[in-house]
């Protein structure tokens, strides 16, 4: 598809473990996005990638969250060390530059328990 | 304290009735966007209002936004199953890539 495609859909993990989200923009889009959305909320802003440098991660929670994109395409979220309060949904989203319109993928759900 | 105010949080309405939905802030705002969010997929973009007083009509969905650029409302008409999910308004801040979304009124339309 051609769509923002984000792995797994699903992931379940222990509490102190290690996670990484995978997120593949639409090809083309040099801006990406991750968000995460908690049950009953909106979606809150992690780090915006422009290409392939981290732009802004002002809304990474701590250190234990990091994002890479090293060829300026797809993504991963890296979540250290998690913890129960991680769990919430990861929305990745991409665009072709950081004033057009945003597409989101499906996102994966994270369960900390 | 959020920046955008949805309400109401929840509704719940027939086939074929009205419902209005409401995106409140006191900040200004020079543009606000409405997604709507199916479960289990990512929100996806309805409509951007940019000038204050503005209606846009999107087949049987209006949004307006207020005059002040403050507030903004999504009416449907005539609402089908279809059109349940999860309503959001978003603005940029003050770094145009930045959105920050409201709570989201969760809408339900029974058959």
């Known amino acids: 598809g051609a769509g923002v495609s984000q792995t797994p859909s699903n992931k379940v993990t222990e509490k102190g473990k290690y996670v990484e989200l995978r997120c593949d923009p639409i090809?083309?889009?040099?801006?990406l996005y991750w968000y995460r959305q908690s049950l009953g909320q909106g979606p809150e802003f992690l780090i915006y990638f422009q290409g392939t440098g981290a732009a802004d991660d002002s809304g990474l929670p701590n250190d234990r969250f990091f994002a890479v994109r090293p060829e300026g395409s797809v993504s991963t979220l890296k979540i250290q060390r998690t913890e129960r309060g991680d769990s919430a949904v990861y929305l990745c989203?991409?665009?072709?530059?950081?004033?057009?319109?945003?597409?989101f993928g499906n996102g994966t759900r994270l369960t900390v328990t | 304290t959020q920046l955008l105010e949805q309400s109401p949080q929840f509704l719940s309405i027939q086939e074929g009735e009205n419902l209005t939905v409401y995106c409140n802030s006191s900040s200004v705002f020079s543009s606000l966007q409405w997604y709507r969010q199916e479960p289990g997929e990512g929100p996806v973009l309805l409509v951007t209002v940019v000038t204050g007083g503005e209606v846009k009509k999107l087949k049987r969905l209006t949004f307006q936004f207020g005059d002040a650029r403050k507030d903004s409302s999504l009416h449907i008409t005539a609402a089908q199953p279809g059109d349940t999910g999860l309503y959001l308004c978003?603005?940029?801040?003050?770094?145009?890539?930045?959105?920050?979304f409201g709570a989201g009124t969760t809408v339900t339309v029974r058959a």
């Open positions: 989203a991409s665009s072709w530059d950081s004033y057009s319109p945003l597409h």
């Open positions: 978003a603005v940029h801040g003050a770094n145009d890539y930045k959105l920050s």
């Open positions: 090809s083309g889009h040099t801006a």
